[in-house]
T-cell receptor
Framework: AQSVAQPEDQVNVAEGNPLTVKCTYS??????LFWYVQYPNRGLQFLLK??????LVKGSYGFEAEFNKSQTSFHLKKPSALVSDSALYFC???????????FGTGTSLTVIP | DSGVTQTPKHLITATGQRVTLRCSPR?????VYWYQQSLDQGLQFLIQ???????AKGNILERFSAQQFPDLHSELNLSSLELGDSALYFC????????????FGPGTRLTVL
């Protein structure tokens, strides 16, 4: 079965510290992996994606993510968190042998000033 | 602003009724996706259309249906509404499909009383 898991419902980090939001996946074939961010009362916004190639992907607003095939993970990272990064983050996956998209349950990130 | 528009923004209706949600994709995008977001179910993929044809189907109830018109706008029809259908419904669009990132609309908040 294809799925994506975000093991942490809530992540708190101090402003200026590095942040990590975790994501693991299970998919048929090679994965297409995405991170999206949702601010209150807004639609989701695309941050970055992994399709193929370099395992370290850089995206918007200083975010990056590392694809790890052996651990089936795609963790979102940022070297220095900002208060404005506080939002709900979703990992999503689509397998190359299917057309459905699967979203994680979301991780609420709070950056503490 | 993602370029994806959804109407109406809010919708309040009664159980047993039927409603239609409308989505206009970004200019040039051929794929349209529909999602349901609720507190207990998270973000659920409902259905995808590509250039007028159904491409993928997710957890969409039989009471729900969708279509994509020749001008590429899409409508999601929800019938025999139940209290549990109250949720935020998002439309997203992408250039083609698969590995293209999706751009989300602001959502339609449906409340069934």
């Amino acid at each position: 079965a294809q799925s994506v898991a975000q093991p942490e419902d809530q992540v708190n980090v101090a402003e200026g510290n590095p942040l990590t939001v975790k994501c693991t996946y299970s998919v048929s074939g090679n994965p297409y992996l995405f991170w999206y961010v949702q601010y209150p009362n807004r639609g989701l916004q695309f941050l970055l994606k992994y399709i193929t190639g370099d395992n370290l992907v850089k995206g918007s607003y200083g975010f990056e993510a590392e694809f790890n095939k052996s651990q089936t993970s795609f963790h979102l990272k940022k070297p220095s968190a900002l208060v404005s990064d506080s939002a709900l983050y979703f990992c999503a996956v689509r397998g190359t042998t299917g057309n459905q998209f699967y979203f994680g349950t979301g991780t609420s990130l709070t950056v503490i000033p | 602003d993602s370029g994806v528009t959804q109407t109406p923004k809010h919708l309040i209706t009664a159980t047993g009724q039927r409603v239609t949600l409308r989505c206009s994709p970004r200019s040039g995008d051929l794929s349209v996706y529909w999602y349901q977001q609720s507190l207990d179910q998270g973000l659920q993929f409902l259905i995808q259309y590509y250039n007028g044809e159904e491409r993928a189907k997710g957890n969409i109830l039989e009471r729900f249906s969708a279509q994509q018109f020749p001008d590429l706008h899409s409508e999601l029809n929800l019938s025999s509404l139940e209290l549990g259908d109250s949720a935020l419904y998002f439309c997203a669009s992408s250039l083609k499909t698969g590995y293209n990132e999706q751009f989300f609309g602001p959502g339609t908040r449906l409340t069934v009383l």
